[in-house]
């Protein structure tokens, strides 16, 4: 019987074979799936970051200390350009993701690179607004609004500029290894964090912009 | 030696099914320009309407607004992020469901015990907000 626990002593019942099943490929067992589910989870306690954040803004979101308001300082036309950027840059994810499903390495670097040029557009339309408003004198310190706002959209900016980081670092493993399982799985990832991104961005220009516009 | 085949064909059962269940995780075409058009039509109307004034009243286009802006997480919650109450078993939905939970608490307590702090003020201090 070659099949015996170490620590068995000669007092030990002999036990058949079906009893003994060791299963120590548990920990293989669906790789990557616990990952989503954990990267979930993440961006569920990213979601409560930015849910802290809107609750800041609604309370003091009103609160100009004489200062400009939203109708004085925001431009709806950036907004809309912003907002096209982020969406566009989600649907050519999905066509990254469409196209990884179906093995193509290259359609996924370039529908990749796209995203990432449309993410960079966002960050562009992002720092002309923020440059803009500091060059106005609308800066964090001139009141709880515009403190609660630069902390609201910056993070939402801060979380862009890290994806568009994360895709490029990505983008250069694919090209190194190609669409192997823990690249897949990553794109995966990044492709729950950019949608979720955009979610986010749906609250702020519903709630910060275009409901701040209204007298 | 001889529980090694148990081990391997447990493994492979478990690998096949998450397979079936990852396929369905990249979505579609068809799903990802839906979800696309059904977002644009979305995000046009809100800024049409505050753009344009369309409404006449602040309240209204706010109600409006907040609408169209939570049909539109639904929007893509299901098409771009893909959620359904069976992938991960579950689990994705129900920590969404608590999360969401959670932010309606935060976001609601949050407005409403601000809004009447002023109320709980010493009598003729409710102009706090005129102050300088």
Redesign the interface.
């Known amino acids: 019987m070659?099949?015996q626990a170490p620590h068995a002593g000669p007092l030990a019942e002999p036990v058949s074979?079906e009893d003994?099943?060791?299963?120590?490929?548990d920990h293989?067992?669906?790789p990557?799936?616990g990952t989503?589910?954990g990267f979930?989870?993440y961006l569920?306690s990213d979601?409560?970051i930015f849910?802290?954040l809107?609750?800041?803004y609604?309370?003091v979101g009103?609160?100009y200390?004489?200062g400009p308001g939203p109708a004085d300082l925001f431009d709806?036309n950036l907004?809309?350009l912003s907002?096209a950027m982020l969406?566009f840059s989600?649907?050519t994810y999905?066509?990254a993701?469409?196209s990884?499903?179906r093995g193509r390495k290259g359609a996924t670097l370039l529908w990749l690179a796209v995203t990432g040029l449309f993410g960079l557009g966002f960050l562009g339309c992002t720092a002309y607004e923020f440059n803009h408003l500091i060059h106005e004198g609308a800066v964090p310190s001139r009141s709880a609004f515009l403190s609660a706002f630069f902390t609201l959209v910056g993070t939402h900016a801060l979380h862009v500029a890290f994806g568009a980081i994360w895709l490029v670092v990505l983008m250069v493993q694919v090209v190194q290894r190609g669409l192997v399982p823990e690249n897949r799985r990553r794109l995966?990832c990044l492709s729950?964090f950019w949608?979720?991104l955009?979610?986010i961005w749906?609250?702020v220009?519903?709630?910060v912009y275009?409901?701040g516009?209204?007298? | 030696?001889?529980?090694q085949p148990?081990?391997?064909a447990?493994?492979h059962d478990?690998?096949h099914a998450?397979d079936d269940?990852?396929?369905g995780?990249?979505?579609?075409?068809k799903g990802?320009?839906a979800?696309?058009l059904l977002?644009?039509v979305l995000?046009a109307i809100?800024?049409w309407l505050?753009?344009g004034d369309v409404l006449g009243s602040?309240r209204l286009?706010?109600f409006a607004?907040?609408g169209?802006?939570v049909v539109?997480?639904v929007v893509?919650?299901i098409f771009?992020?893909h959620m359904n109450t069976h992938s991960?078993a579950g689990?994705?939905m129900l920590?969404?469901v608590?999360?969401a939970v959670?932010?309606v608490i935060?976001?609601a307590g949050?407005?409403w015990v601000?809004y009447h702090l002023n109320t709980n003020m010493m009598p003729g201090m409710h102009d706090m907000?005129q102050m300088?």
């Open positions: 070659s099949i074979q003994l099943v060791f299963y120590t490929a293989h067992v669906n990557g799936s989503l589910l979930w989870i569920m979601c409560l849910a802290v809107f609750a800041t609604g309370v009103r609160n200390a004489a709806l907004v809309a907002t969406l989600s649907i999905g066509f993701m469409l990884m499903a995966m729950l949608h979720f955009d979610v749906i609250a220009f519903s709630y275009l409901m516009m209204l007298p | 030696m001889s529980a148990h081990a391997a447990a493994h478990h690998g998450h269940v990852e396929d995780a990249h979505g579609s075409l990802y320009v979800g696309f977002s644009v995000t809100p800024f505050v753009g602040s286009t706010a607004v907040m169209f802006a539109q997480i893509h919650m771009f992020l991960e689990w994705n920590a969404l608590f999360t959670l932010v935060m976001l949050s407005l601000m907000r300088p």
